[in-house]
């Protein structure tokens, strides 16, 4: 392989890893609360809320995709599987709203719109977790579902006569400074979910009301604009002196 070839892909290679070092945020993770929306499902009718959603922990996630199984939490302990008892440990609030229901398919799945509102915010436990750096009340993450999201029927349980669904969309919004700050994130308040996924129980077939087992969202830090900017024209202007000196 020529030196120009090996240049050229080294450069390549330069360009795509900021991606994977830069892809850094937090996994909020989630446990028990209230869910509701109207059933069975019609096409404009408003969307799915929650009531109190219990933050169960928090992971400072790093890597190209931050969502998925969590690792080791560094605040509290995820919520066991369903059907044992859950002890998590109660760090806070989810709530949220999603947008109007734009598609269903009977009873097994609904599709609600872009819109709504994403907001989790501490609590007194986390407050004490973090050292006083997070105090209670901190709206730690606000935002919305960005694109259409779904609830999708998952299983049935008939010795409670209980339906589960998994509600999954993507969320965009903003960290707070503090947990930036708490979390070694950098400034950057801008932030962007792979999903929102949680798992909700109704019982009946026309009841409104669910109860939410569990659930997790991953927020992705998006790099300052100006920083990669800079960054990539000085990997430009690096490859530009080398192509030069290689033909000399």
Do not use: C
Request: aromatic share 10%; proline share 6%.
């Amino acid at each position: 392989m020529s030196l120009k070839r090996v240049v050229l892909i080294a450069a390549m290679l330069a360009l795509i890893s900021p991606v994977v070092a830069l892809a850094d945020g937090i996994t909020f993770g989630f446990a028990g609360g209230d869910i509701s929306i109207a059933r069975p499902f019609t096409l404009g009718s408003l969307g799915a809320s929650s009531g109190a959603v219990t933050l169960a922990y928090v992971t400072k996630s790093s890597g190209p995709d931050p969502f998925g199984p969590p690792s080791t939490p560094t605040y509290g302990t995820p919520p066991v599987v369903l059907g044992g008892s859950s002890t998590a440990d109660i760090f806070g609030t989810v709530t949220f709203s999603t947008g109007s229901v734009i598609a269903t398919n009977g009873t097994f799945s609904v599709t609600f719109g872009q819109g709504g509102g994403v907001q989790i915010t501490s609590g007194g436990t986390f407050d004490t977790a973090t050292g006083n750096a997070i105090p209670n009340g901190t709206d730690l993450f606000i935002g919305y579902f960005s694109g259409p999201t779904t609830m999708t029927w998952s299983s049935f349980d008939p010795l409670t006569n209980t339906s589960w669904y998994t509600l999954t969309g993507p969320v965009e919004g903003n960290l707070d400074p503090l947990a930036l700050s708490h979390f070694g994130l950098g400034s950057e308040q801008g932030a962007t979910g792979f999903f929102l996924t949680m798992l909700a129980g109704f019982v009946g077939s026309t009841g409104s009301n669910g109860t939410v087992h569990s659930g997790a969202t991953s927020v992705v830090v998006v790099p300052e604009p100006g920083t990669l900017a800079l960054f990539g024209t000085g990997l430009i202007g690096i490859a530009g002196l080398i192509r030069r000196r290689i033909k000399s």
